[in-house]
Each structure stands twice: as C-alpha cells, then as structure tokens.
C-alpha cells in the first residue's frame, strides 16, 4: 500500500479530470471525430414494430433515387410502393438473388417491377446475397435483418435500422452503384 503522504493531493486529481473533461469537450466541438456521429439510427423490430411499414413509407417519400438491395422481396405493399414511386420519376433499382427467383412469389413481385420498367439485377453467385439495404435520396439508408416480404414485417424476429445521415447514405450510395456496375458479379434479370 502506498503510504498517504504519496498519494496526488485530492484537488490536484480533481482539477485534471476537469482538464480532461475540457478537454473532451472542446475537441468535441471543434470537429467530428468521424464519419457517422451525427446520424440519426431509429431500430425497429419485427414483428413488434411492423419495420416493412416503416421501410414502404420511406419509399413513398423518394423523390430522387430507390435502390434496394435484398435477398427476398415479396411483399405486396412493397412493389406497390416502389412501382409507385417510379412513377413519380425515381430513379428505382433492384439487385437480388438469382436462387430466390425459384420462388413463385419472389418472381411475380419481380414481374411486377420489370413490367413497371425497374431495373432488376440478380446475382451470379447463387445463394449468397443477404444485403438487405435500401437507399434513398443521399440522406437515408436503411440496413438490418429484414427480407422484403409480409412475414419479415408480421411474423418473423427481424431488425430494421434507419439510418439519416448525408455522409454514411453516400458511402451506401456508392456501394450499391459498384454492385450495380459490376458485371462480372451481376446481371439483367431479364
């Protein structure tokens, strides 16, 4: 044990924990220690908070640009809203798994959107897409568990992050732009 006489005085502790705290403060207002730290993150989860309501609302507010990257879309309301949202003129994209348009569903709802005139791309590397993303219009991103389908929104354990943030939407932006170029890796559904 370290005898008394020592020990830091108590106000000599006090006063650096001050500093640091200053300090902390200071730094925290002179710039951003990186990107993401202003985002908003609103977590919804499923089936509780019904987070394919919240997504298909967040379609109808696109007015730029809809690109969706997901293993399962089927969902009714879904398609509606991004048939919808073409067209009001969004620019709206789909990338999905090539296997899963095995599924009667799956290929009707992609049905729905070609005829519609959206884009759709599947994989070439069957049975490996679990990106579940949505971006839209550079300011919101979502990303989480969930399929686009009714029982991803009523019945199944999911998450859904909504994620507001100029900085983090583009980086999601970009990523999905990649994917969408990379022809070696994607193709036209039809």
């Known amino acids: 044990m370290t005898p008394a006489h020592h020990l830091p005085p108590v106000n000599a502790v006090r006063s650096r924990r001050i500093g640091l705290a200053w300090a902390l403060i200071v730094l925290s207002l002179v710039g951003p220690f990186g990107v993401g730290w202003g985002a908003t993150v609103e977590v919804y989860y499923g089936p509780d908070d019904a987070p394919l309501d919240r997504l298909t609302a967040l379609y109808r507010h696109a ?4 690109y969706v990257a997901a293993y399962g879309l089927t969902s009714p309301r879904a398609v509606e809203a991004m048939v919808a949202a073409k067209k009001r003129g969004v620019d709206v994209r789909l990338i999905t798994d090539r296997q899963r348009t095995e599924d009667v569903k799956q290929r009707t709802a992609l049905h729905t959107l070609h005829l519609a005139g959206i ?3 599947v994989n070439e590397h069957d049975g490996l897409m679990h990106l579940k993303q949505v971006v ?5 991103n979502t990303t989480g568990s969930m399929n686009h389908t009714t029982s991803g929104n009523r019945y199944n354990d999911e998450r859904l992050d909504i994620i507001t943030d100029h900085a983090i939407t583009v980086q999601a932006r970009d990523k999905f ?3 969408w170029n990379d022809r070696t890796r994607y193709r036209n559904w039809k």
């Open 136 to 140: 839209i219009d550079d300011e919101v």
């Open 177 to 179: 732009l990649a994917m």
């Open 119 to 121: 884009p759709i791309l």
């Open 63 to 66: 007015t730029r640009y809809l």
